[in-house]
């Protein structure tokens, strides 16, 4: 069971960020985990997502992102985190049962595949919930209809095997607790332009989505 007192703490927390235009800049996390896998890959794109919220959503997001462990109480102080990498993930007992404390509390988990992610944390996240499978989320579900309108579903930004971009979700009590975005490589499109060279086009494209997953995250 879910320690009460830190759930009215996210919950307070939530609240106030869920307007998503607090007075006070609201800070977003990279999380770092075991096994071995590149957790800080992408190290521009959460502050380039930030940046482009804050102009086109009028949020109030903080443009340094945190690195929070998995395991770590300091989870439940951050309403969006994001997962990323190419290769390993190993949760332990404990950040498992503290990554399922934090979702069932309200908080928002954004796994971005950077290809190769996938066979490690579908096992991982078995841990977290061992009952619930990731499902592909349907064209017309709201991550892909806030502001920015995504009548195909999640966009391709980069080609690596000439697999369709998918995006699946793990679904608890109702509620959308982890969007998986895959074979998309959401988060090499928010990195700097100098970084992969990605056309204006796919870098726009990509931080719509993004911040169609943060308004989404901010607002359930």
Not at 169 to 195: A, H, M, P
Request: with cysteine; proline share 5%; aromatic share 12%.
């Amino acid at each position: 069971m879910i320690d009460h007192k830190l759930r009215n703490i996210l919950m307070v927390l939530l609240i106030s960020c869920s307007s998503a235009f607090a007075q006070n800049k609201i800070q977003i996390a990279k999380v770092k985990y075991d096994g071995g896998g590149d957790w800080y890959g992408n190290k521009t794109a959460l502050p380039n997502l930030a940046t482009f919220c804050n102009q086109r959503l009028h949020t109030n997001l903080d443009p340094e992102d945190a690195v929070v462990e998995v395991g770590s109480p300091n989870l439940f102080l951050y309403p969006y985190v994001y997962l990323t990498g190419h290769g390993n993930v190993v949760f332990s007992p404990n950040d498992a049962s503290n990554l399922r404390n934090y979702l069932i509390a309200g908080g928002f988990l954004h796994i971005d595949d950077n290809y190769g992610l996938d066979q490690f944390i579908r096992l991982e996240m078995k841990k977290v919930f061992p009952n619930l499978a990731f499902v592909e989320l349907p064209h017309d579900h709201p991550i892909y209809r806030q502001l920015y309108q995504f009548p195909g579903g999640l966009p391709k930004i980069h080609e690596h095997d000439g697999k369709p971009a998918q995006g699946f979700g793990l679904i608890y009590e109702g509620r959308l607790v982890c969007f998986y975005s895959y074979e998309s490589d959401l988060g090499n499109g928010w990195e700097d332009q100098i970084i992969y060279n990605d056309p204006a086009n796919k870098r726009e494209e990509a931080l719509r989505m993004g911040a169609n997953i943060i308004s989404y995250a901010f607002s359930e």
